[in-house]
């Protein structure tokens, strides 16, 4: 066990380090959601909070989805050298993770003195579900779609059409970001589901997606392993 959390911190270190090369992306995304946010502010309280969740749920996803990307040729060599593919996994989780929270809590902090939600608590909720729902959507899109083009369409799809539902909208129950979203709708004082659906939503959509990253890089590996032998 010791060995497993050492190696998956190691894990966490080197994919840190490859994401701060990248530091114009990273900071692309970061104000993006923020733009959108901002660009929303003036027109309604409420629609601003729902974009701007929304809005960093993109760029948790698309910062994982790069991460995965650019982690494909240290990867097989980290396997040979005894590592396993469930420390990998569990190194970037964590890491992305730590570093969605940080800045959702940022934003949640923002929005909270700038827009006076409804509900804070609410606000602060949607904000703390986003990281770990897009990071595991940014996985599994990355897992099944291992090109960056094609995989930074397939997130701006799902949360594009998300942007452009409603809460009441049945479709929500099907898309991945509907725990944050549900609480972002209650923050802004429009009707929304409970707030138990919502985080047993966010946790199982994040199971699933991760089910499915895992699944897909295994049978990646297996085919990599068989075709070498």
Same mark, same amino acid.
């Given at each position: 066990m010791r ?5 998956a ?12 090369r990248r ?11 923020? #733009? !959108?946010?901002? $660009? ?6 409420? =629609?601003? *909070?729902?974009? @701007? +969740? /929304?809005?960093m ?13 650019a ?11 005894g590592f ?19 800045? #959702? !809590?940022?934003? $949640? ?6 827009? =006076?939600? *409804?509900?804070? @608590? +609410? /606000?602060?909720?949607?904000?703390v ?20 083009l ?6 701006i799809?799902?949360v ?13 129950v ?6 944050p ?23 199982a ?25």
């Open positions: 060995l497993f959390a050492l190696r911190v190691i894990a966490a270190e080197m994919q840190g380090r490859q994401l701060m530091r114009l992306a990273l900071a692309i995304l970061i104000a993006l959601p923020v #733009a !959108l946010y901002l $660009a929303m502010l003036g027109q309604s309280r409420e =629609s601003a *909070i729902q974009f @701007g +969740a /929304l809005g749920s993109w760029s948790v996803a698309c910062a994982s989805l790069f991460a995965v990307l982690a494909r040729e240290a990867e097989p060599r980290l396997l040979l050298c396993r593919a469930a420390e990998l996994m569990v190194g970037r989780f964590v890491l992305l993770v730590g570093g969605g929270m940080i800045f #959702a !809590l940022a934003a $949640a902090l923002a929005m909270t003195l700038a827009s =006076s939600p *409804i509900s804070e @608590g +609410a /606000l602060i909720g949607a904000c579900l986003v990281p770990p729902v897009a990071v595991s959507l940014g996985l599994a899109v990355a897992a099944v779609i291992p090109h960056d094609e995989g930074t369409l397939v997130i799809g799902l594009g059409v998300q942007l452009a539902l409603t809460s009441g909208t049945w479709i929500n099907i898309l991945p970001m509907d725990g979203i549900q609480l972002a709708y209650r923050a802004g004082g429009s009707s929304s589901a409970p707030v138990g659906w919502s985080v047993l939503h966010a946790v959509t994040v199971l699933l997606l991760l089910a499915i990253a895992s699944l897909s890089w295994s049978l990646r590996l297996h085919v990599r392993r068989a075709a070498a032998a």
